[in-house]
Nanobody, 112 residues
Framework: VQVVESGGGLVQAGGSLRVSCTAS????????VGWYRQAPGKQREWVAS???????NYADSVKGRFTITRDNAKNTVSLQMNSLKPEDSAVYYC???????WGQGTQVTVSS
């Protein structure tokens, strides 16, 4: 199983970015998937997750700004991030929930 994130980058505060996660070796559509992030010197934290219904859940810190979606035809889960803040800067990771299948992460940097 290989999980790969893409779409990170540098953006100014208030801007938007979209990160995506694809997986090979599994049928992504039957798995719950989550996005996590880790800033330097901090623990990895959960950001959002989506199940197979799909139902979504968000951390309070991103609620109303981030949207997680899935495209089962493309075997992809994406995280649309709007109204970005400098404190959103981190490496963003995708995880197939309940497994050790993690991607390598994609860097998101929000400048003030």
């Amino acid at each position: 199983v290989q999980v790969v994130e893409s779409g990170g980058g540098l953006v100014q505060a208030g801007g938007s970015l979209r990160v995506s996660c694809t997986a090979s070796g599994i049928v992504f559509s039957i798995k719950d998937v989550g996005w996590y992030r880790q800033a330097p010197g901090k623990q990895r934290e959960w950001v959002a997750s989506i199940d197979t219904v799909p139902r979504t859940n968000y951390a309070d810190s991103v609620k109303g700004r981030f949207t997680i979606t899935r495209d089962n035809a493309k075997n992809t889960v994406s995280l649309q991030m709007n109204s970005l803040k400098p404190e959103d800067s981190a490496v963003y990771y995708c995880n197939v929930l309940g497994t050790s299948w993690w991607g390598q992460g994609t860097q998101v940097t929000v400048s003030s």
